[in-house]
């Protein structure tokens, strides 16, 4: 079945549902046929305007970005094959002090490790401006690992790319802006005049052999048929001219995009993704995906990209970058894996990842997913409980197999007989002592009345490990005496 066919189901559709609102269905169907152009199989034309189109109806600058749905669905396309693309080094240091040479490497070196034999995270872009970015640069290329492979990052400028020429790198990321908040107010160009500047930096990187990756920036606020996707089927054009592949990087600069099909254009990432490959041209394994967290919606963007059909999602370690951040890599990790369970992925590295980011000033939360200190530790003494039983009943996951990372509890006013009896038999699992202590044992409840005691004279911070071994030689010495 076509995209048109099921589009004229959907019609049926929404007339079966709006029933007695006849304004309001007519207005929802101009909506709907509006958007029907969006299966069209032709060659849009540029549409060189006068005044830009600010899509102010959805983007009101005194108010937050509007959500309106037109419910036109794209169905679900994901790729046969799905990766991740870094940009921890590029977008990643916009939003700290710079790394430094050694640390870049390091991380390198982490990313080449979590990547796998399977390649799972496929590139890493870089500035190149300064001496150190170029450093650093050479440092990583001369890694020589097939992965991630290293690409650089310009501005649509000659001068940028000779950087690019001097230094061998085989791609490059080009900012092509897309939307007219960009070409109008910031390059001050026309519509023509920014597609012929990018075109013509495009054709001088293939010429030079060159891969060029054209990041749209500001898609998410871009006129679809008037700029996108002419400016996409010229770049596919030049594509099949010369033989190489010309990528696509669609960019949620302000991390306005929805994850949802049924939202109107230009918010809506499966609408925007199902496009350019359906009709730009784009194939998959061109297409990549890059957001920002401004309304907490990174991450599901990121996994709608792929599920809609671009076979690449940008993100960095931590999700650090520009103001809000970007995809974190070790979430894309979790829903890569969730999607295709023969991934190659060295989960475990992620620990390691967490660790050397602390150390060198990158600070996360103790409760940030996957890496925080908190992901496998309990205060709560009914989570404790149901621990002891089984771990799989508070965890989705063995986060020892996994993360290198055991069970843990922190004891507290809320951890009760449980999780004072919780944490004596994880101490004994790190020790290798096979004795099984419960909460019904009279040194546990005199530890437990201990805690109790503490909190009831104000205490606020959380019992230490180093007091809790103390009251266990107290309280259970046949256990804890030979093992501190």
């Given amino acids: 079945m076509t995209l048109k066919e099921m589009l004229s189901i959907g019609l049926i559709v929404m007339d079966d549902l709006i029933v007695n609102t006849q304004n309001s269905a007519a207005l929802l169907k101009e909506k709907i046929a509006a958007n029907l152009q969006l299966f069209r199989k032709e060659n849009y034309d540029l549409q060189n305007v006068t005044r830009p189109q600010l899509f102010e109806d959805i983007f009101p ?59 799972a995270i496929r590139m890493s872009e870089f500035f190149v401006y300064s001496q150190k970015d170029q450093l650093a640069v050479k440092k990583c290329i001369d890694r020589d690992y097939e992965y991630p492979k290293v690409t650089g990052w310009i501005r649509a400028t000659r001068s940028d790319l000779q950087l690019i020429k001097e230094m061998k790198i085989e791609e490059t990321g080009i900012l092509t802006s897309a939307s007219d908040y960009h070409i109008f107010f910031k390059l001050n160009m026309t519509r023509q005049k920014a597609m012929d500047k990018y075109l013509s930096i495009v054709t001088s990187a293939i010429e030079s052999g060159i891969i060029p990756r054209c990041h749209l920036e500001d898609i998410t606020r871009a006129d679809l048929y008037g700029f996108v996707l002419p400016f996409v089927q010229e770049l596919m054009k030049l594509a099949e001219k010369y033989d190489i592949p010309v990528k696509i990087r669609a960019c949620d600069t302000l991390g306005i995009g929805l994850p949802f099909s049924e939202v109107t254009l230009p918010r809506s990432v499966p609408k925007i993704i199902y496009s350019l490959q359906c009709e730009g041209g784009v ?3 061109w297409l990549e995906w890059h957001g920002h967290n401004d309304f907490h919606k990174v991450h599901s963007n990121s996994f709608a990209a792929w599920l809609y059909g671009a076979a690449n999602v940008n993100g960095t370690l931590l999700g650090i970058g520009e103001r809000t951040g970007n995809s974190p890599i070790e979430g894309l990790v979790a829903e890569l894996a969730s999607l295709y369970p023969n991934h190659g992925i060295n989960t475990v590295i992620l620990t390691e990842i967490g660790e050397y980011m602390k150390s060198i000033g990158v600070d996360f939360p103790e409760n940030y997913p996957l890496l925080g200190d908190d992901i496998t530790k309990t205060r709560a003494g009914v989570h404790a409980d149901g621990v002891m039983k089984n771990e799989r009943v508070y965890s989705a996951f063995d986060p020892q197999k996994l993360l290198n990372r055991p069970f843990e509890v922190a004891v507290t006013d809320k951890s009760g007989l449980a999780g004072v009896a919780c944490w004596v038999q994880l101490y004994f699992r790190s020790c290798n002592i096979h004795s099984v202590v419960d909460k019904t044992h009279p040194g546990v409840k005199k530890m437990h009345q201990w805690v109790t005691m503490q909190y009831e004279s104000g205490r606020t911070t959380a019992i230490s490990d180093r007091e809790m071994i103390e009251l266990g030689v107290q309280y259970l010495p046949d256990y804890f005496s030979s093992n501190l």
């Fill in 61 to 119: 600058y005194d108010q937050f970005p509007r959500i309106i749905f037109d419910n036109v669905h794209c169905p679900i396309n994901l790729p046969e094959k799905i990766y991740i693309t870094d940009t921890t080094f590029r977008d990643g240091q916009q939003a700290r002090p710079p790394f430094t040479v050694e640390q870049i490497l390091t991380l390198y070196d982490f990313l080449h490790e979590l990547s796998g034999p399977k390649g």
């Fill in 283 to 285: 194939p998959s394994e």
